[in-house]
């Protein structure tokens, strides 16, 4: 899961920036759900919506995402699509939201190497949109 920057024309037929939040199968780089949205759209709002289009096509299993994506409701949502977030913690993060943030703050922090090997997989999400 991720996004970049992408010119998109405005009412005025003048181009400006926009976000294009994505979400890529990452074995096989397939592009389940694209969003092109305003160039201040927040990412951590697109994730629930990128991950109903997937699901309803792919089995959901490990969520990368960076920080940009870092809430309990995307892990919530995750969580309830059958995934697991492999979304990392900001630095002022605590375990103090309890459940499921809890759970997944404690496996941060106590298997960070194995974290981060799972984590590091999106970066074929970058090759991906590399080769589009």
């Known amino acids: 899961m991720d996004r970049t920057q992408v010119r998109q024309p405005n009412a005025k037929g003048a181009e400006g920036l926009g976000q294009m939040p994505y979400y ?4 096989t780089n397939v592009v389940t759900a694209v969003e092109i949205l ?3 759209a927040g990412d951590c709002v697109q994730l629930p919506n990128l ?4 699901a309803e096509q792919f089995k959901i299993n490990d969520v990368s ?3 940009a994506y ?3 409701d995307n892990l919530l949502n995750v969580a309830l699509a059958g995934g ?3 979304i990392p913690f900001k630095c002022n993060s ?4 309890g459940g499921l943030w809890a759970k997944m703050y404690h496996y941060f922090q106590a298997h960070r190497d194995e974290f981060m090997d799972r984590y590091h997989l999106r970066s074929n999400v970058e ?3 590399s080769m589009v």
């Open 70 to 72: 870092s809430s309990y």
């Open 51 to 54: 991950l109903v289009t997937t």
């Open 38 to 40: 305003g160039q201040h």
């Open 84 to 86: 697991t977030p492999i």
């Open 24 to 27: 890529v199968r990452v074995k």
């Open 65 to 67: 995402a960076d920080l």
């Open 127 to 129: 090759s991906t949109f």
């Open 94 to 97: 605590s375990p103090g939201q």
